[in-house]
Every structure is written in structure tokens, then in C-alpha cells.
Antibody
Framework: EVQLVESGGGLVQPGGSLRLSCAAS????????MNWVRQAPGKGLEWVSY????????YHRDSVKGRFTISRDNAKSSLYLQMNSLRAEDTAVYYC?????????WGQGTLVTVSS | EIVMTQSPATLSVSPGERATLSCRAS??????LAWYQQKPGQAPRLLIY???TRATGVPARFSGSGSGTEFTLTISSLQSEDFAVYCC???????????FGQGTKLEIK
């Protein structure tokens, strides 16, 4: 069974940092591209970051470029999102999602709250 | 950025009836279109990919159609568990700049 389990969310002050993790199981993690997607309270889904299966190519949406970094450790079947210089508008549930064209499996999400 | 627009924002339908949800792309996305179902407090669930292919385990009452800029999700006979928010997504762009519609809330009439 495919499972994606996020962790690392929490309350952080504006300007602070957090590192999200996504532990994958039930499939060959190193064969799949992965994404982070977020959802602000009461809002729609917003793609954040993408990484190829090897980790050699990454993309971020413009609003997080220079602040967020996606990475992965295929030996540990884990995906990461390093978030720096956090802003109030980054408050959201963050999901990791597996890519097969569409996003076929999602984790349960981890809540990041940026507030003083 | 490709903008995805869904209509209506809210759809009220009685159990057993048919529901038709629409999604429009601001430019052609070919058939690179997915539909997701999301219930409160849960992660999105993939229903349809490549505009018309049901994902694994999705009941046959869910069907998708369209290509280019106009897409439709049809639920043929609504069950109680189908009342949720439905969202479309394009995955046509490269480099990836995936975009989602704002969602249609399907509620019980």
C-alpha cells in the first residue's frame, strides 16, 4: 500500500524556518517525481515545489523562490521542504504528492502556521 | 500561468440525481487534466486523470470528458459519500507550473 506521511509542521514566527518531511512507503520512491502542494485555510490547492526522481531538477513557484528548497533522500525514501523567511501568507496545510502526470497519491498533510 | 476556472462554485443536487461540474482552462492543456475529490479534513483524492481515465478504485459513476480548454466531470447517480469539494488541475506545463481550479462544492439538496 502506498503511504505518504508528512511531519514537521507547527507554529513559527514570521521570518522563521521549518523543515517539512514526507516519509514514503509501499512503492519504489526513487522512481517517482514528487511535489509539495499547500492549502491555506478555507482556500484552494496551490502547487509549491517539484523534484525529479533523481533530485537533479527542482522547480518552485515564484512566491517561494529563494525561500523554500525541495530535496529528497532516495536511500531514506524521504522528501523534504526547507522553508526559510516564512511569511503569514505561507500559513497552510502542506501535502506531499506523488507524480504520475497527475498527482496520484497524497499524504495527510501537515499544518504550518506563521504568526507572531 | 494557465488559469483554471470551475463552475458553478456550489452545486446543490439530490441523492440519486446526476451532477455535472465544469472546468475551463485559459489556454489549451490538451488532455492533461485531472479531477480530485476532497472531503473536510482530508487530503485530495485523485478521481480522473488524462481528462477521462478513472483512477484505481474510483466507481464507474464518475466520468470525465473534454479536451483543450473545456472539461466536465459527471457523477451519474449521487451517493451520500459523493458530497464533497471537487477540483480540477492541469499538468500540461513544462517546466511544471501546475495549477488548480478553485473548486466546486457539491452539496445535498
Amino acid at each position: 500500500e502506498v503511504q505518504l506521511v508528512e511531519s514537521g509542521g507547527g507554529l513559527v514566527q514570521p521570518g522563521g524556518s521549518l523543515r517539512l518531511s514526507c516519509a514514503a512507503s509501499g512503492f519504489t520512491f526513487s522512481s517517482y517525481e514528487m511535489n509539495w502542494v499547500r492549502q491555506a485555510p478555507g482556500k484552494g490547492l496551490e502547487w509549491v515545489s517539484y523534484i525529479t526522481s533523481s533530485g537533479s531538477i527542482i522547480y518552485h513557484r515564484d512566491s517561494v523562490k529563494g525561500r523554500f528548497t525541495i530535496s529528497r533522500d532516495n536511500a531514506k525514501s524521504s522528501l523534504y521542504l526547507q522553508m526559510n523567511s516564512l511569511r503569514a501568507e505561507d500559513t497552510a496545510v502542506y501535502y506531499c504528492a506523488r507524480v504520475t502526470g497527475a498527482f496520484d497519491y497524497w499524504g495527510q498533510g501537515t499544518l504550518v502556521t506563521v504568526s507572531s | 500561468e494557465i488559469v483554471m476556472t470551475q463552475s458553478p462554485a456550489t452545486l446543490s443536487v439530490s441523492p440519486g440525481e446526476r451532477a455535472t461540474l465544469s472546468c475551463r482552462a485559459s489556454q489549451s492543456v490538451s488532455s492533461n487534466l485531472a479531477w480530485y475529490q476532497q472531503k473536510p479534513g482530508q487530503a485530495p483524492r485523485l478521481l480522473i486523470y488524462d481528462a477521462s481515465t478513472r483512477a484505481t478504485g474510483v466507481p464507474a459513476r464518475f466520468s470525465g470528458s473534454g479536451s483543450g480548454t473545456e472539461f466536465t466531470l459527471t457523477i451519474s447517480s449521487l451517493q451520500s459519500e459523493d458530497f464533497a469539494v471537487y477540483c480540477c488541475q492541469q499538468y500540461y506545463n513544462w517546466p511544471p507550473l501546475y495549477t488548480f481550479g478553485q473548486g466546486t462544492k457539491l452539496e445535498i439538496k
